[in-house]
């Protein structure tokens, strides 16, 4: 797989067709990417990204080839920013990891300028357990062990006035100086149940017309939690989004 895109490249010179637009996280297209036209804080985010430290465990793929999944953060926050009448961005994050996704989703937040920014991030910063896994992740016990919570803080200094770090395993750190009112929440947890038990907890304090982002929804590697999400949300109002990257928008 890694040798795909060169491959895609030298196959499209001997035959003299276009290039891809974009190649990446497991997607391939020859059309137009969205970030064309303005995006300027997303594209300037995507810039300063590439001095991140980045542990082993989030380093599979390169800047580039997450461009169109951290777009669809940028877009859900352009989205919340823009339809929101409260001055206030108040956005959540469950998997935080090296800090990638918070970089995109604070500096979007903060092109909007009258908005106030807060963004909580809630990680373990340390590897999974086993204790709410389903069989099918049990491979992912020891997972993320390399991650370092200073790291991120060290990545995400920029913003430092703006975020609110929850770190511990989650459910049990759900409670500690949680947000009352959030319009907008990031679950990235490659765990079914830690992904219900965030929807549980952070339901009843979603704003008008918050957004949902899941990142696991699409991947089959990761299909409990799509199951999972399907049942919390089965009786709810709402629309649910699937995209190609394999994450999915929910619009409350």
């Not at 995109?104 to 963004?119: I, M, N, P, R, Y």
């Not at 340390?126 to 992740?137: F, P």
């Not at 990545?155 to 949680?178: I, V």
């Not at 990142?215 to 049942?231: K, P, Q, V």
Request: charged fraction near 20%; aromatic fraction near 12%.
């Amino acid at each position: 797989p890694s040798l795909q895109p060169v491959l895609r490249e030298v196959n499209g010179l001997l035959s003299r067709r276009p290039l891809p637009t974009f190649t990446g996280w497991q997607m391939t297209t020859y059309h137009q990417v969205p970030w064309v036209d303005g995006w300027d804080a997303f594209k300037s985010a995507a810039e300063e990204v590439r001095s991140f430290e980045r542990s082993h465990d989030g380093a599979g793929q390169t800047v580039d080839a997450l461009l169109w999944r951290h777009w669809n953060i940028a877009w859900s926050v352009n989205l919340v920013t823009t339809r929101q009448p409260s001055r206030r961005f108040v956005g959540v994050e469950c998997g935080v990891g090296d800090g990638l996704t918070a970089h995109f989703a604070t500096s979007q937040a903060l092109d909007d300028h009258g908005k106030t920014v807060e963004l909580h991030l809630y990680d373990a910063w340390t590897g999974m357990r086993d204790g709410l896994l389903t069989e099918s992740e049990s491979e992912m016990v020891g997972a993320y062990s390399t991650l370092s919570m200073e790291r991120t803080r060290h990545n995400l200094s920029r913003f430092a006035d703006h975020l609110d770090w929850h770190p511990g395993y989650l459910p049990q750190t759900l409670d500690t100086d949680a947000p009352t009112e959030v319009s907008w929440l990031h679950v990235d947890l490659n765990s079914a149940a830690a992904t219900t038990e965030v929807l549980k907890f952070f339901w009843p304090r979603l704003a008008d017309e918050a957004i949902i982002v899941f990142d696991d929804y699409g991947w089959t590697y990761f299909d409990d939690t799509r199951l999972a999400i399907n049942e919390f949300l089965d009786d709810r109002q709402g629309a649910l989004l699937p995209l190609p990257t394999g994450q999915a928008f929910y619009f409350c």
